[in-house]
Antibody
């Protein structure tokens, strides 16, 4: 069974940084791209960026450059997203979601598997 | 950035009805080289992460009931549920899978009467 298990909810102070983990199991970790998605107020979905676990290559949404840093640890099949200099605007649920490359079928980063989400609240 | 516009924002239907929802992109999602549209649909139920329903505009993900059908090309896309069931209560999102940054529509909320 494929699972993406994310770390637990976080309450952090403004200006702090924090890291969310996403541990993959049940599939080839290096065979899928890992995306990170922000959902604010239970509604809007925003793509933060992605990382290729095979070679560590990344692509970021310009909006989140300087805000998020994506890394992986292949040895433990875990992806990480560090969020920097947090403000109230960063309060949201963050998801990791993996994509299987199916270019000839019209899918490059369609997100097949999702973590359960990590709630981040930024408050003093 | 490609802007994804979904309509309507909400739909109230009875079980068994046919439902159609729209997704329009500000730029074409069609790859002229292979004639594939890079458009995905997701279903999100309350308290759950999104679930991939459709990719390539019309290919159902494994395990998705055949009452869900995706269609369209270029900039205009449609998700149809042929006979709505109670378990289809959810928000449906479309996603640009063509160009960075990947972008999502604002969603269509399906409510049952």
């Amino acid at each position: 069974e494929v699972q993406l298990q994310q770390s637990g909810p976080e309450l952090v102070k403004p200006g702090a940084s924090m890291k969310i983990s996403c541990k993959a199991s049940g599939y080839s970790f290096t065979g899928y791209t890992m995306n990170w998605v922000k959902q604010s107020h239970g509604k809007n979905l925003e793509w933060i960026g992605l990382i290729n676990p095979y070679n560590g290559g990344t692509s970021y949404n310009q909006k989140f450059k300087g805000k998020a840093t994506l890394t992986v640890d292949k040895s433990s099949s875990t992806a990480y997203m560090e969020l920097l200099s947090l403000t109230s605007e960063d309060s949201a649920v963050y998801y990791c979601a993996s994509s299987y490359y199916r270019y000839d079928e019209g899918a490059v980063y369609a997100m097949d598997y999702w973590g359960q989400g990590t709630s981040v609240t930024v408050s003093s | 950035d490609i802007v994804m516009t979904q309509s309507p924002s909400s739909l109230s239907v009875s079980a068994g009805e046919k439902v159609t929802m729209s997704c329009k992109s500000s730029q074409s999602l069609l790859n002229s080289g292979n004639q594939k549209n890079y458009l995905a649909w997701y279903q999100q139920k309350p308290g759950q992460p999104p679930k991939l329903l459709i990719y390539g505009a019309s290919t159902r993900e494994s395990g998705v009931p055949d009452r869900f059908t995706g269609s369209g090309s270029g900039t205009d896309f449609t998700l149809t549920i042929s006979s709505v069931q109670a378990e289809d209560l959810a928000v449906y999102y479309c996603q640009n899978d063509h160009s960075y940054p990947l972008t999502f529509g604002a969603g269509t909320k399906l409510e049952l009467k």
